[in-house]
């Protein structure tokens, strides 16, 4: 991109004009429709029609912005978002082995991603929840992934992407505190009694827990792996948006989310344990010894993952705009399966702690 030409800050800013710089090339005339409405909550989305004559320029794009919510941008900066998925495309994206969009344009600061158009690929809906042949592609494409990155040397070079150590990574207690009683206010009396004593538990203990966990092997994490973010094609192959929350860490946490979460509670109570031995199966695989992962382990991290994610969004709520419909939906969705999961596997008791919570 050779434009000074200011940088967008809203989808309103998304001019033919700019556009022609940012891409280099003669446009006529563009056609900006915002998409993914509650389910990107740390950015604005749109899908942009180009008409051009001129070859190079491709027939639509995905334009990403920050978030103009004032939470969500204090909350982004806290955790870097913009700054990461920035230096992923500046980095990392071109050494994938799974599929991701092509970033047209980079811009850092202020934060503007100009992105490939994964259509006609089908989007997953995480609302509705996967069908088993999403989630099993989805979990073998996750195991693709974590097998490549596994203990790659390159990770402790990226100085961007944090690690378990990373002092963002401890924020959760101060955030569940503020978002806990509206939480409890919302949630309280639909949820099982004993998996919120259990968050409240575990929650003072999560710098101990993260801590026990910063000598373990480690590989590139996506931080949000859910169908709102997969993409799948006709051939079978799946593409991965959204890489906002990458890190280095323990591939089990990938695997929790999405299966806990992408799944209706009756499709994760009949498939998680296969799918588990699945993505376990795709590891060893891609060249993860035997011994380095195991179902047991992965099956430890599962359990302990589960009450990790619920504390997470108890800490959550105050985020969600609740005038949203899809936003809403879409929380109600991870908290209700979450929940469903932790009870169903008894997964407190991972933690040691009581069965009665």
């Known amino acids: 991109m050779a434009t000074n030409m200011p940088v967008p800050q809203s989808l309103d800013d998304v001019t033919a004009h700019w556009m022609s710089e940012a891409l280099g090339g003669s446009i006529d005339s563009i056609d900006v429709r915002p998409i ?42 806290m955790m870097g ?29 202020p934060p503007c991603l100009v992105l490939e158009d994964l259509a006609p690929a089908t989007v997953g809906d995480h609302v ?27 990770l402790t070079t990226y100085e961007w992407m944090p690690g378990l150590d990373d002092p963002s990574v ?28 259990w968050c409240e538990r575990f929650v003072e203990d999560i710098p101990t827990w ?9 590989t590139m994490t996506h931080g949000d792996f859910r169908l709102d ?17 990458s890190m280095r860490a323990p591939g089990q946490g990938d695997f929790v989310y999405f299966c806990a979460n992408n799944l209706t509670t009756e499709m994760r109570r009949e498939h998680e344990h ?53 936003g809403a939906a879409l929380f109600e969705a991870l908290v209700r399966r979450t929940f469903a999961a932790v009870d169903d596997l008894d997964a407190g008791l991972a933690l040691g702690f009581p069965v009665d919570g």
């Open 36 to 77: 993914a409405a509650g389910e990107g909550f740390m950015g604005q989305l749109a899908r942009v029609g180009i008409t051009s004559a001129d070859e190079k320029v491709p027939a639509s794009v995905i334009v990403k912005l920050p978030t103009a919510d004032p939470g969500g941008q204090v909350i982004g900066q």
């Open 81 to 109: 978002v913009w700054e990461r998925e920035h230096c992923f495309y500046r980095d990392v994206a071109s050494q994938m082995t799974i599929r991701v969009p092509t970033a047209y344009v980079n811009i850092a600061e």
């Open 128 to 154: 509705a929840g996967a069908t088993l042949d999403q989630a099993q592609r989805a979990v073998d494409a996750l195991a693709r992934h974590h097998a490549a990155w596994f203990q790659h040397p390159s």
């Open 170 to 197: 401890l924020t959760l207690k101060d955030t569940f505190d503020m978002g806990w009683p509206l939480f409890l206010e919302r949630f309280s009396g639909e949820l099982p009694e004993r998996c919120l004593r």
């Open 210 to 218: 993260i801590a026990g966990h910063f000598d373990d092997l480690v």
């Open 229 to 245: 973010n997969l993409f799948f094609y006709d051939d079978g192959s799946v593409a991965v948006i959204d890489w906002q929350m």
């Open 274 to 326: 296969d799918l588990l031995e699945r993505y376990v199966a795709g590891l060893h695989a891609g060249g993860v010894p035997a011994d380095a992962v195991t179902v047991d382990m992965v099956r430890q991290g599962y359990l302990e993952g589960l009450v990790f994610y619920a504390v997470s969004f108890g800490a959550s709520l105050l985020t969600i705009d609740p005038a949203n419909e899809r």
